[in-house]
């Protein structure tokens, strides 16, 4: 059982049950990570404000306003 990469908690699911794409969610601190491998098992956090692939270059734009 893989752990939690934010609070090191067992995550409550196997390997071998999830798919690249499935979306996991941490009970202990509640966040939420996408499968983006499962071999080797791979986590990424999932930003509820910018649900779309990793995008660096797209941060620009808007967020400067005075
Ligand atoms: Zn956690």
């Known amino acids: 059982m893989p752990n939690c990469p934010e609070c090191d908690t067992p995550l409550d699911f196997e390997v071998d049950e999830v798919d690249e794409g499935d979306i996991v969610a941490c009970d202990e601190c509640g966040t939420e990570f996408e499968i983006v491998g499962t071999e080797p098992l791979e986590l ?22 005075e």
């Open 44 to 65: 990424a956090h999932v930003d509820e404000d910018k649900l779309d692939e990793e995008d660096d270059e797209l941060l620009d734009e808007e967020e400067e306003e």
